[in-house]
């Protein structure tokens, strides 16, 4: 299976082998048989089943349809004919269209009649004629139809309510159809008290894949693909999958996107991702804000420009809306998926439930086009593996060569012993050659000689050159960081405040939020929580009181520690959106070493 399949499976599972869609059917196994046998059984028993089946785009509705219909065809194929209409129907503006359409796909399927529709009758009575050649076939065939119809809301967009009606009185009335549909969200037509449909339906959600499913689902791509290479190097990709899984959710389409780029070699830009996936939502986006009606859409639209989940009352006051009418839409907002909700002691708290569509509305708002960002920055680096067992000389070669990025873990090789008089080549005490000397002095844990140079240097630092200001201010940080975790809290202090307020004033030149976010793991890793919150705090008051960015891209450190110190789980929903709340607890669990204060508990 080449490239140019792959990008067929995102938007056309119809066109990928039946084979090749059961390898990469994952987490729905249960739900596709369920569906198969209650349309297959009722259809021995001469009753009839309406399905809806529900779930955003790229959830993978269209690929349970095809495998519907091929189960349908090999299960129950005694007593079923499976019709699968169009993925978009764009003709079918009247009832007799949707009947028609099924003859046409009747006789291209199965090639058992050739239907001549008379061309210069009225349109009942091409409505009957279809109708009746349609149960001419099941009274023959001693089968009932069942028609497959993606994007159920388009269609009835297309019919005036009188053809809907007219649609609905066809299927109570005929005992041979039965409809297994599909839309990305439940709208009006079904869900509406005065519409035809309301009620009608059978509603299937199709949920989000898991962390686990979408992992499973993205071996299975590399497996139909033959990708040695990726599947050899998975456990190096997986921390990418996992920071964009914490601001997508588990939808295949874009799991599957993610593949594409890693195949094309080119993971390394979260953000760049990210921003494209929104980008390509847009149209679905704006479709589901037109089909809400004006207090729901109001609703919705505060929740979803609320850093936190909201209660009722909390909507109520923003909207200036009656409480009594908060509630009964929020009712209708769940029941129809677009919210859900947080039960904490007596208060409920509501969110949107898609997490993609909020932080869409979310980086059309100021605020969010700063927060999101920051976000997506602490997400890379906290899932991104540190890159060590490099050979040293590689390293220091390219480190002559000016490459500072490669000064990160050389405290791990003693082979600097060996080529430490390399080091010292050139003026003596030229700043250049002092912070060299003060790398190589840390790298092998030579502490008085490392914090004598350190604060040597320290006065003329706005006079270091840029090649080496960032060498010396890293060694400084995580000076710090050691001091910290030896207990000389004051020492630790004083190195971390100095690194954070020359990289304030040389940011242009370098900044240390990757080389904060190694430290703090490594922190983290002691188990420690007090040691943890001194940290974080010394990191807020050099740097983050000034910067209120760099506040921010603190904030999932502090609400893990807010959490842990409080032991009160009930804050992921109170004060956390969903895609903060998967990276708060998986904070929360490595500095306790436990699951005690999940949000399950």
Not at 288 to 306: A, K, N, P, W, Y
Not at 497 to 517: G, H, M, P, Q, V
Request: net charge negative.
């Amino acid at each position: 299976m080449d490239t140019e399949s792959l990008t067929l499976f995102r938007f056309s599972p119809e066109k990928i082998p039946q084979d090749t869609l059961r390898e990469l059917f994952v987490g729905r196994e249960k739900q596709l048989d369920n569906l198969v046998d209650d349309v297959g059984k009722a259809s021995k028993e001469h009753t009839t089943r309406f399905h809806l089946i529900v779930g955003p785009r790229g959830i993978g509705k269209s690929h349970l349809m095809v495998l519907a219909y091929y189960d349908l065809i090999e299960k129950y194929g005694s007593t079923v004919i499976p019709i699968k209409f169009a993925e978009e129907e764009y003709s079918i503006y009247r009832a007799s269209d949707l009947f028609l359409r099924a003859l046409e796909e009747y006789d291209k399927t199965y090639g058992r009649v050739h239907t001549d529709i008379p061309k210069d009758k009225g349109e009942d009575f091409i409505l009957d004629f279809a109708l009746g050649k349609l149960e001419q076939i099941s009274r023959e065939e001693k089968k009932q139809f069942v028609f497959l119809i993606e994007n159920l809301n388009e269609i009835f967009l297309q019919l005036e309510k009188d053809e809907v009606a007219k649609l609905r009185s066809i299927f109570q009335r005929y005992d041979i159809f039965s409809v297994v549909a599909s839309a990305p969200m439940i709208f009006p037509g079904v869900s509406e008290h005065d519409e035809p449909f309301f009620n009608f339906f059978k509603i299937d959600h199709l949920r989000e894949f898991s962390l686990a499913e979408s992992k499973q689902f993205m071996r299975r791509i590399g497996e139909v693909e033959k990708n040695e290479y990726f599947l050899q190097n998975f456990e190096k990709f997986e921390p990418k999958l996992e920071g964009i899984y914490h601001l997508t959710g588990g939808s295949p389409r874009l799991v599957l996107i993610i593949y594409e780029i890693i195949h094309r070699g080119n993971i390394e830009n979260i953000e760049t991702i990210f921003l494209k996936m929104l980008d390509d939502h847009t149209p679905y986006y704006q479709k589901i804000f037109e089909m809400l009606s004006g207090q729901r859409r109001v609703i919705v639209d505060t929740l979803m420009l609320s850093p936190t989940p909201l209660t009722p009352k909390d909507i109520a006051e923003k909207t200036r809306i009656d409480g009594r009418t908060v509630n009964s839409q929020l009712r209708r907002l769940e029941n129809d998926r677009y919210v859900r909700s947080h039960s904490i002691g007596k208060r409920t708290c509501y969110e949107v439930r898609e997490r993609l569509f909020r932080l869409w509305r979310e980086m059309r708002q100021p605020f969010g086009r700063n927060r999101i960002p920051l976000f997506i920055d602490f997400l890379t680096l906290w899932y991104t593996p540190e890159e060590r067992e490099k050979i040293f000389r590689t390293k220091f070669e390219r480190l002559e060569a000016g490459d500072t990025s490669v000064l990160r873990g050389l405290h791990e090789y003693h082979e600097g012993l060996v080529v430490a008089d390399t080091i010292f080549e050139g003026s003596p005490e030229s700043f250049g050659t002092l912070v060299r000397k003060l790398m190589m002095a840390y790298n092998l844990k030579k502490r008085e000689e490392t914090v004598v140079l350190a604060d040597r240097l320290y006065p003329q630092a706005d006079k270091i050159g840029p090649d080496s200001i960032y060498p010396y201010t890293l060694v400084l940080l995580s000076l710090g960081f050691d001091e910290y975790r030896e207990g000389n809290y004051g020492y630790g202090k004083k190195h971390i405040s100095r690194a954070y307020e020359i990289e304030s004033k040389r940011s242009e030149e370098f900044d240390l939020k990757n080389d904060t976010i190694e430290l703090l793991k490594e922190i983290i890793d002691t188990g420690d929580p007090e040691l943890v919150r001194m940290v974080a705090d010394t990191i807020i008051e050099a740097k983050g009181d000034k910067d209120s960015e760099y506040r921010r891209f603190m904030k999932p450190i502090t609400d893990a520690l807010m959490i842990i110190e409080t032991g009160n789980t009930s804050l992921y929903y109170l004060m956390l959106q969903s895609e903060e709340r998967d990276l708060i607890a998986d904070i929360v669990k490595k500095i306790m070493k436990s699951d005690a204060l999940s949000p399950d508990v």
